[in-house]
């Protein structure tokens, strides 16, 4: 797609509602929609004689991650089946997970062009993602020869992780987009397959600790994440990789381990994201997308401080980190800071306006796919109708934004990155693309008919069960 053939949206601007019936879309409406992205899928699909893989126009072919390849396609398709019970569903993860048995270590030996071979040994990016994709549908299928996988991917960790004054890690950055992910991976990895010979939970100790080390004090009780420190000149706190994501990795660890100090120190980067919160005002807090040497927050390109509002580097992603802890102590501040962000978004009037953290991207990773699932976990987990005001609202959009085809499918073309909006894709990914806005439409079904099933990874503290709401 072109730049003359695209609509492009200002910061201020609120998206198309054409066609939209009083009072929002229907759960059958939504699943139609899903109907639609799941064709568009399809046309990427690819039967070979070692499994089913899935190649978009623009992706690479050795592409087999969570965030834009085959991993992450099984896994919407497996949610899809848990639900539906479709055996059309249930072939095309078989067919998935015998390709990532062949060629999960394509990552390693040649990665995809589309990120730094740093991230390889990663989490959303990298093997680590596969592992716990495969775990899933381990759990789903009971294919001990999915298990054997999985082993594998868990053996490469313990043989290949390298070690400093701190502790194990394998890329170096304690973030959940790496290291800090692959932490959650091998906890689940232990917890479901098994750790015979505690080789796993060594590992896991070593790598939690190097994580603990990282943390910079702050002066006022805090702890200061930053995974981005000696790469690039900017601080982000959120959660992929900044104080946020350290957080709730520490959280899971203490689950894993019964250690106190993980707790503590879960709880103290609480204290610093709490000093990085900007009040707005139309009510509720914000927290910038980062910060620069001097320690002054980012500007976008309205020359306001910018603010994310997806899952990757804004608000929904610190929503997880506020319900882990809130999950864990039962602490009530926890939930009241994570309502105090779901104002904040709103008082920008997203997800139905656009702004500066929040553009012409709607895909899982930084735009209303995220927002839906994040925002109906938090619906699951409190049964607070303004949370699901929020994901209805961010599903609204997913609807009107599709692309209809002349093939009956649709897509979701998108302005992935936005200071170059001139460059549009239209992906397949669970992260970047058709994929992920499908799984969110699902969701949104569940929330406006009858209640369904998210199959939840070590990264999504919510409820598995989505209560289903007032129907439209």
């Not at 596969?130 to 789903?140: P, R």
């Not at 203490?254 to 009040?279: M, N, P, Q, W």
């Not at 992260?431 to 070590?458: F, H, I, K, N």
Request: proline content about 4%.
């Amino acid at each position: 797609m072109t730049v003359e053939d695209y609509t492009f949206r200002e910061v201020g601007a609120v998206y198309p509602s054409d066609g939209r019936p009083a009072g929002g879309y229907t759960s059958g409406e939504y699943l139609a929609a899903v109907s639609r992205a799941e064709a568009f899928v399809e046309r990427a699909r690819h039967n070979l004689a070692d499994g089913i893989h899935w190649e978009g126009a623009e992706s690479d072919a050795k592409d087999v991650t969570w965030y834009d390849g085959t991993a992450g396609i099984l896994y919407y398709y497996l949610t899809a089946y848990v639900n539906t019970k479709e055996e059309r569903y249930l072939r095309l993860v078989r067919g998935a997970a015998r390709y990532l048995a062949v060629h999960w270590h394509d990552l390693l030996d040649e990665p995809p062009a589309s990120f730094t071979p740093d991230f390889a040994p990663g989490y959303y990016h990298g093997i680590g993602g596969v592992g716990a994709l495969l775990i899933e549908a381990y759990k789903v299928l009971g294919d001990e020869s999915i298990a054997a996988v999985t082993r594998e991917i868990a053996e490469w960790y313990v043989r290949h992780a390298k070690r400093d004054e701190l502790g194990a890690y394998w890329n170096g950055m304690p973030a959940s987009i790496s290291d800090g992910g692959v932490i959650l991976y091998l906890i689940e990895q232990a917890k479901t397959i098994g750790d015979e010979d505690g080789s796993l939970r060594r590992i896991i100790i070593e790598a939690g600790e190097r994580l603990l080390g990282y943390g910079e004090d702050t002066g006022d009780g805090g702890l200061r994440f930053n995974a981005l420190r000696g790469v690039r000149d900017v601080y982000q706190p959120t959660f992929e990789f900044g104080t946020a994501g350290a957080g709730f990795i520490l959280a899971v660890l203490y689950e894993f381990t019964d250690d106190a100090r993980y707790l503590e120190s879960a709880k103290r980067a609480g204290i610093h994201l709490a000093s990085l919160l900007v009040e707005q005002p139309g009510g509720g807090v914000l927290i910038p997308w980062g910060f620069d040497a001097d320690g002054k927050p980012v500007l976008g390109e309205d020359g306001k401080t910018l603010f994310y509002h997806g899952v990757c580097l804004g608000v929904a992603g610190v929503e997880k980190y506020y319900a882990k802890l809130y999950a864990i102590t039962g602490e009530q501040r926890y939930l009241d800071d994570a309502r105090s962000l779901a104002q904040g978004l709103l008082s920008t009037g997203a997800p139905k306006r656009q702004t500066n953290g929040l553009w012409n991207s709607v895909c899982y990773c930084c735009g209303h796919a995220g927002i839906v699932h994040v925002f109906a976990g938090l619906y699951a987990a409190t049964g607070d109708e303004l949370y699901r005001r929020i994901a209805l609202d961010a599903a609204d959009v997913l609807v009107d934004w599709g692309e209809r085809l002349p093939d009956g499918s649709e897509d979701w073309p998108i302005a992935f990155n936005r200071v170059d909006p001139h460059t549009i894709t239209r992906k397949i990914g669970y992260w970047d693309g058709a994929a992920g806005v499908a799984a969110a439409l699902r969701q949104a079904s569940y929330l406006t008919g009858a209640p369904g099933r998210v199959l939840r990874l070590r990264d999504d503290p919510f409820p598995s069960d989505i209560p289903s709401g007032e129907p439209r």
